[in-house]
């Protein structure tokens, strides 16, 4: 049993709960959000700024479950200093391997730590926590586009 | 052999189909989260099937005989919740699809035009200790009617603080909503105390005992009348029925002074295009076709219990929770939120365990086959009282084994251990 544990609290999950990168809120930026997962209580406030048609800064205030938290720290790793493009392009490939149910081996060029969260997707459940931080960033993308009419800042999910 | 367990326990797990899964393991399932929903004796899940195949029929319009069957199955439930309540008459049994809509139907029928009509400058007084359904619908209330909100706060160790009865209970309320017994911290309030002050005031006094019903004996004829609420909701599928039906026992006083909730057939006496008159109560609460099988399979649920004994389901309640309590307290960093005093509290038991999320501590139980609640429990602003946004939650019921407490001790040490806390 604790092999399927293993699969989904990877080392790098772990690592990234324990020590989160680019915590904090930061200035400038264009779009904050705050998303929540009323099932289980993550909360979630995520500012974005893109500069020049790339993502500058991600920066966020977040308390939750490792994988949630794991997943936020994660994402900001890997999509800051990416052109906008190549980030909505990470988000779609992290998307695709969160609906997988285990079934797609994930591409470590694009995803790389992100990969860690491959077992997640066999854990129903625990999906919703790996994709908090990526709905909300896509969120606060888009506002910051200009593509989505303010204030849409708070999403749920489902009522408990 | 802990005191108070009910004697032939392991044939009353017999009676639970369910409790027979294993795990994909291969392991037992140890099924700790009954404070969501119980799980259903062979006789409840017979008596629907039973229904369906052979006395299936609308129920009041139908005149032939299978209407006659199914009519008086349901007006048959009635009779045994009724009873189950020990509610001073029959008439006074409302269904409803759950508790929330039981509880909504109160709060939203007190809104409008009528004897007890709440309006501006009025106060509605609830607690902070209340599951989402008994604190939103009287919001809602309030936002209609100009109505002000009030609550009960609590303490530490999750007693309600009766100090501030003077200050909440005065002139201006109208309403009193509490919980009998709190589906995340386990307290069990003293409503007949709170009942009697409010009553003095001449406020309504509502009941959310979606908690109580499964685990404490109700005789609400039994009670002083200033002590007994003049409303009391539940659900079916926490008493070991199933889902789709809810309660709402009201005074007969209060229901007919209320008017109805939602129009349609059955609820009405003449109807004309000009204007209508009501039926008579509880059918004037019940418009449409009701949930029948659902109600069938209730009041089976409800025989199973009083056959059991609702003071032998109380004494099993209390000697597993407390066998719980003293199981947890062996755990390091773990924190029960809520009494530990075993005889003022019900059989829900939240916790949070220092560095490990209750999300994650619900993971690792599941693969071991234990089944928690994990979350804020629907009672968001309760876990904000204690600074956190959620806990683990083991509930358990009649059923429960000791053998299934040291399971979740267990597999809470276990997580503790592949957290690597101690390191």
Request: with cysteine; aromatic share 6%.
């Amino acid at each position: 049993m604790s092999s399927e544990l293993d699969a989904l609290y990877q080392e790098i999950i772990l690592d990234h709960y324990k020590n989160p990168h680019h915590q904090g809120l930061r200035d400038p930026f264009e779009a904050e959000v705050h998303h929540v997962n009323p099932t289980c209580g993550d909360e979630l406030t995520l500012r974005v700024h893109l500069e020049d048609g790339a993502v500058a800064d991600v920066s966020y205030d977040a308390v939750g479950c490792s994988i949630s938290q794991a997943s936020t720290s994660v994402l900001a790793d890997l999509l800051i200093g990416k052109s906008v493009e190549e980030a909505l392009g990470v988000h779609q490939t992290f998307l695709e391997l969160m609906q997988s149910k285990g079934t797609i081996e994930p591409d470590e060029e694009v995803l790389e730590d992100a990969i860690a969260f491959a077992g997640v997707s066999k854990f129903p459940a625990r999906v919703k926590c790996a994709l908090l931080a990526w709905m909300a960033w896509k969120d606060a993308t888009a506002q910051s586009l200009g593509t989505l009419p303010e204030p849409a800042t708070t999403t749920s999910t489902q009522e408990g | 052999m802990i005191e108070g367990l009910l004697p032939d326990l392991e044939v009353v797990r017999k009676d639970f189909p369910i409790l027979t899964r294993t795990t994909p393991g291969g392991g037992p399932l140890v099924y700790l989260d009954s404070a969501n929903t119980s799980q259903k004796p062979q006789v409840v899940i017979d008596t629907m099937v039973d229904h369906l195949e052979r006395h299936n029929a609308n129920v009041a319009r139908a005149m032939h005989m299978l209407g006659a069957e199914a009519t008086e199955a349901f007006e048959g439930a009635r009779d045994k919740v009724a009873s189950f309540l020990g509610a001073p008459s029959r008439d006074e049994i409302v269904f409803t699809k759950n508790a929330s809509e039981a509880l909504n139907l109160v709060a939203t029928t007190l809104g409008l035009k009528g004897d007890l009509q709440v309006g501006e400058g009025d106060l509605v007084v609830t607690t902070e200790m209340e599951h989402h359904s008994n604190i939103v619908p009287w919001q809602m209330l309030c936002e209609r009617t100009g109505a002000e909100l009030a609550w009960f706060t609590f303490d530490e160790q999750g007693y309600l603080d009766l100090s501030d009865m003077d200050r909440l209970i005065t002139e201006r309320t109208k309403v009193v909503t509490l919980t009998w017994v709190s589906n995340m911290l386990g307290t069990v309030n003293p409503i007949g105390e709170i009942a009697r002050r409010a009553h003095e005031v001449g406020a309504v006094v509502v009941v959310d005992a979606s908690q109580a019903a499964p685990q404490l004996p109700i005789d609400l004829a039994a009670m002083p009348a200033e002590e007994r609420p003049d409303a009391l909701v539940f659900t079916g599928h926490k008493v070991v029925g199933p889902t789709g039906i809810g309660v709402l026992w009201g005074s007969r006083a209060l229901l007919e002074a209320l008017p109805p909730f939602l129009g349609g057939g059955e609820m009405i006496e003449t109807v004309r295009m000009t204007g209508s008159t009501y039926a008579g109560i509880p059918y004037k609460f019940e418009a449409g076709t009701p949930p029948i099988v659902e109600a069938v399979g209730l009041g089976a649920a409800v025989d199973y219990l009083s056959a059991l004994g609702m003071e032998a389901v109380h004494a099993h309640e209390q000697a597993i929770t407390g066998y719980a309590l003293e199981g947890l307290a062996s755990v390091k960093g773990l924190k029960v939120l809520g009494p530990l005093d075993v005889t003022r509290r019900g059989g829900a038991v939240s916790f949070e365990i220092e560095g490990v999320h209750p999300h994650d501590v619900m993971t690792v139980l599941d693969t071991r086959g234990v089944a928690v609640r994990a979350g804020h429990h629907c009672a968001r602003p309760a876990h904000e009282k204690y600074g956190v946004q959620s806990s683990t939650r083991a509930s358990s019921y009649l059923y429960t084994t000791p053998a299934e407490i040291d399971a979740l001790v267990d597999a809470v040490e276990y997580t503790r251990s592949y957290f690597r806390l101690d390191n």
